[in-house]
């Protein structure tokens, strides 16, 4: 069992930037960010393996987010630039042992993102 600790999130203005960060108790094949908005279903946003050499984005979030990961802390970051208020959700890490994009099977308890018009 994989325990993810997140921090980050909060409210921001549009046009703004968040940083959010998940914390893994150990090794996986590889960690992402889901979120859920009210009303819609959790989707994949973007997810990043152990190695750091495969990454995928959401087309929603190309050129906007950015993931990366240091290892020496278990730590995988998101970095949100160019906010909008579609991206209001909450956010939450996973983990998989499976492919980048399924298997989640581990989550965070989630954080809140706000972006206010």
């Known amino acids: 069992q994989v325990q993810l600790v997140e921090s980050g999130g909060g409210l921001v203005q549009a046009g703004g930037s968040l940083r959010v960060s998940c914390t893994a108790s150990g090794r996986t094949y590889a960690l992402g960010w889901f979120r859920q908005a009210p009303g819609k279903e959790r989707e994949l946003v973007t997810a990043?393996?152990?190695?750091?050499?495969?990454?995928y984005y959401a087309d929603s979030v190309k050129g906007r987010f950015t993931i990366s990961r240091d290892n020496a802390k278990n730590t995988v970051y998101l970095q949100m630039n160019s906010l909008r208020p579609e991206d209001t959700a909450v956010y939450y890490c996973a983990a998989t042992f499976g492919g980048l994009r399924v298997g989640y099977k581990h989550w965070g308890q989630g954080t809140q993102v706000t972006v206010s018009s």
């Open positions: 990043i393996t152990w190695t750091g050499g495969s990454t």
